[in-house]
């Protein structure tokens, strides 16, 4: 018991000095990951960079709808995919450049998500879950049997990798930056919404969506905005997905997918931008430090996720607001002179 | 001039008539009670002001405006603030996030301007926390802006919820039982506060059950029983009236 309250008191004298120090952490993680690609030099390493901040970059999004406005979607997996497939067929077919299948996807994929969005959002908690489950679902089966389109099981291939402006890119170290840049607008994103009126709107919904729409918000208006933003980033995602990949098929983009991102979501911390990177990044590596273990691998995974829903259920850094923390500490200061 | 009409409304649910053919008038900086035993009708008749129920016969007019059928955030927007009857803040939002999210419907930023972080984003951020951290000294709260609710005392926990209805520039202000589980102490701050509140402009309409607090605050008072209206009038004709008598103790037979 001891043991715990020590942990603890660690972990929040650590967040407060992070919360102080901001802008030096977010600083020095923006150099570390800039560097990285000239330090390692290793291709499995690279590629497990690059999927991670993909992963990142799904966790943000999907954090926005399950973290910040509390609602649980099941269905980001179908948004990544159908973003992913509309990139490959966009450059396969047409040539298009990275550019415009990045819009493209987030245009298609932002119509599923207010089509989606539209009837399902009306219903909360455990019916939204079922309703955007049943849409993976779908959304797979037509990837799987639409052959004309998708060429079904077998997937596509030869999906061109990217290009802006006429130039290719081929290296590992120009995916990871493109990635990377994405991450970076994402996380810029996100943190802007939040810190308005419209994240205020959110969080609103989350806590008591009978009195938010009292106090002037209009819920469903907020919840559509939001699921469709999300799902955008999740198509980009899937754009960049089938240009680095090239070869994509409906085994990617089911179920299982959806709920490994709202793991990570959840891991991280509901609510948290600096989670979203922690569950991503953390849930990326994990399993393959864990390989060496073949078999005892799910086990010790899923033991972990026991452990941490028992310990902490709101995720690593779940609803830790590093501004309110910083103001806190600024008002002690204040008293503290006085 | 009217702030508040409720004409002729009658709300049913199924067979059950929960308010039948009730009539208000608020004008503007009075402040008006609506008293009742329990099972009255008074939270319904509440309810169906603010949006909750659509009635299922008569009209709600705010100010000039036809209001019933109206979604709540509408109805907000029209100038009509609230509080609940069991304290419903946001519990994961500091104090004075609670208070800002009520100036929501009087906010102009839109997405893009949102997206770009533009200058006038950043004024009117500005601008609604400075706003904020006035109602919060209203309610005499200063100090707490960082607070969690659940870390509040209860009675400032009613008076946070009084500043986040201010904070959307209601017209008319509607109490559900602002003080209901207070101490002695709470409840003669609350009384001060509600009676400032008449200097702000608005008019104020609560229920309320103790009955020395509603004596002392309200300049006329309706009485609710079995959903329907038995009477209204100061409070000094409301104490001697026989029939709220009768409604509240019981007839002498």
Known sequence: ?338 | MKVLTVNHVTQRFGGLTALSDINLEIREHEIVGVIGPNGAGKSTLFNVITGMYAPTEGDVYLGETCISGWKPYEITAAGLGRTFQNIRLFPRMTALENVILGMHCRRQTTLPQIIFSTRRKKEEEERCRKEALRLLSIVGLEGKELAMPSSLPYGEQRRLEIARALATQPRLLLLDEPAAGMNENETAQLLEIVKSLKSIGCAIVLIEHDMKFVMNVCERLYVLNHGEQIADGTPEEIRNNPLVIEAYLGSEE
Request: aromatic share 12%; net charge positive; proline share 3%.
């Open chain 1, 1 to 338: 018991m001891k043991k715990t309250s020590k942990l603890s008191a660690c972990l929040s004298g650590f967040l407060k000095f992070a919360a102080l120090h901001q802008k030096l952490f977010i600083l020095g993680a923006l150099t570390l990951a800039i560097l990285f690609p000239f330090l390692i030099t290793d291709r499995y390493v690279m590629r497990l960079a690059v999927v991670g901040f993909m992963y990142v970059m799904l966790s943000l999004g999907l954090n926005l709808v399950t973290g910040y406005m509390g609602q649980m979607s099941f269905g980001h997996a179908a948004f990544w995919g159908i973003g992913a497939y509309t990139a490959a067929l966009l450059t396969k077919n047409l040539g298009l450049g990275t550019l415009p299948a990045f819009l493209a996807a987030a245009i298609v994929v932002g119509i599923f998500g207010f089509l989606l969005g539209l009837p399902v959002l009306k219903l909360k908690g455990y019916y939204l879950t079922i309703v955007t489950m049943g849409f993976c679902e779908i959304v797979r089966l037509v990837e799987l049997n639409w052959m004309p389109v998708t060429n079904g099981p077998m997937g596509i291939s030869g999906i061109p990798k990217f290009s802006f402006f006429g130039i290719s890119f081929h290296t590992y170290r120009s995916f990871y930056f493109i990635i990377l840049i994405l991450v970076i607008l994402t996380t810029l994103l996100i943190r802007r919404l939040i810190r308005s009126r419209f994240g205020l709107a959110l969080k609103s919904i989350r806590d008591d969506d009978v009195v938010a729409e009292a106090m002037g918000v209009p819920i469903v208006r907020y919840k559509i905005l939001a699921f469709v933003i999300s799902s955008m980033i999740a198509g980009v995602a899937g754009a960049f997905y089938a240009q680095y990949i090239t070869y994509i098929d409906p085994t990617s983009f089911t179920y299982n997918a959806s709920q490994e991102m709202l793991v990570m979501v959840i891991f991280g911390g509901l609510g948290s931008i600096p989670g979203s990177f922690l569950g991503a990044l953390a849930l990326t590596i994990l399993p393959e430090l864990l390989r060496d273990l073949m078999e005892y691998r799910m086990l010790i995974y899923g033991v972990l996720m026991v452990v941490m829903m028992l310990v902490k259920p709101d995720g690593i850094l779940g609803n830790v607001n590093f501004d309110y923390l910083k103001e806190q500490a600024a008002a002690r200061k204040k008293e503290a002179v006085k």
